[in-house]
């Protein structure tokens, strides 16, 4: 009937076995029976793969047309399972092929498909629905969209970049993802989900929820910036976050070196000679500049004559380069001190909570972000498990004299009795509720999240996560009554979240081959049942 498995994966010189227009394509009905796909197909009919795709006779439009009209990217579907007899809705998990890489992303196994596309597959399957594995390639771009006006509902699994770097246009994309809602095609997330909730303003729109704080401001232009800026800076600590960085940079955590602050927000501002001491989220280093020169880097970067003096950062700065509209933007947030006392990432499908991850900085660093040697704390909430969510403890061990950058970091946990014992050191023991802080922030926080975040007819993404950092009173490693404590949101995510369970089966140079069958048992069982959480949440989403 199509295009069947191929040998190579990728699209170099590759075809579709049909050319169709979108019209000759929107004309066939829901199910095709044999006449209607040799009528399509003509002398490219394959009718061995129609009699065993067929059931009862037919075979889903949707299935047709991807076997027929669509290059087939991958060399296989191996992992996953076979199609419902009687699918309750259509549906597909979309990728992206980078056919100049190596091997097609850095998200990919060997066969070409996302190395967690099978648990996601599986799930809208094991959900009554069919499920089919797709790639947009951009050559085929309209013809992409009218195969995917065939479907109830788009997983889209397109890690943002990828398009661009494939040699096709992200903006045509998500237009035509936008049409495609237009016509009632759900796709989980939009653009304008994965913008919205992915931009550091959202911090800003979410300033007066549970998980937001009073003082957030988002600046679009020089004047708003320097303006904003030397206002907030006398008054608290900052995290001052550009919006088109990734992995921490360009996120800047700052403290006055001489710590004389205002009163309150308002009372006084900042001079441009006030010194500062940074540190970038991406590599934990440290800087020291003045007030005017980290204006100057955010402003113009390191163009010569402009002020911003020597940078040791591995950005660029110019974080309002090309304004608004092009994603320049900074966001200005009141640092939260508490954040050595690590963050807490919580995995969501849906408003389902499948688990919470506490991530503490590594031994004298602030940034949890994975790779500077932070230690990451798994708490299940019930799904692979029989564990739920409860009260989470951590014991640091804390140095009595602050550092150079004025905080009191941890030691390595295993360094910490000894050095407790010489004196330098002493333990604290940190008591977070994760159930009470999950209850608050579902019941009372996403209820409204995505009018306040002006997403008003969007559903809360099916597969995503939130951050949330401690921004109660007092100071880092003080216990607070686990009621007092305030834990407010720092960033969303849901643009292509991984599922880390299937991490052995993307490849790698030291493992071109691997794929979801390398995936431990215990692992790949986890990833499963998460997988079926998706399918169940998105059946509900579609009425199923």
Known sequence: ?????????????????????????????????????????????????????????????????????????????????????????????????????????????????????????????????????VHYVHSQHDTFFGVMECMDAILCRCNPGQIKADGGDQGKFDDSVRALQKKGVPVWPSPDVMEFMGAKDALTKIRNLNIGMPDTGTYYTEEEFITGFKKSMKFQPRVIKQNRGSSGEGIWIINLKKADYCAAYGDATAEDSDELILMEANDNHVENHTVIEFINWCIYGRDEGKGAGEWASKGTGKYLEGGKAAGGQLTDQRFCGRILEGELRYNMVNTVCLGVIHKVPAPGGMSAVGGTGSEYFFYDNGVISDSKLGTCEFTAYVQKEASADGNHHRCATDEGPAKVEAGTHEKKVINVDLEALRKKFVEEDCAILMKTLELPDEPIPLWWTADMINASLGKCWEAVPVAEQKWVVGEFNCSCVGVSKCLPAYCKPDTPNVSWKDIPAEEAGHATKYGDIVGAEAAKMLGV
């Open 1 to 133: 009937m199509g295009s069947g498995a191929s040998s190579t994966k990728g699209y170099t010189d590759k075809k579709a076995v049909l050319e169709k227009s979108c019209e000759d394509m929107a004309a066939l009905p829901a199910f095709v029976d044999k006449d209607g796909a040799k009528a399509f197909c003509g002398d490219k009919f394959d009718e061995a793969a129609f009699d065993a795709a067929a059931k009862d006779g037919k075979v889903p439009r949707a299935k047709l047309l991807i076997d027929t009209c669509l290059i087939k990217v991958s060399t296989d579907d191996d992992g996953l399972l076979p199609q419902p007899d009687a699918p309750k809705k259509q549906t597909c998990v979309a990728q992206i092929f980078v056919n100049s890489h190596e091997f097609g992303g850095t998200d990919k196994s060997c066969n070409g498909h996302r190395y967690d596309s099978i648990p996601f597959g599986n799930g809208m399957i094991k959900a009554g629905m069919a499920c089919y594995l």
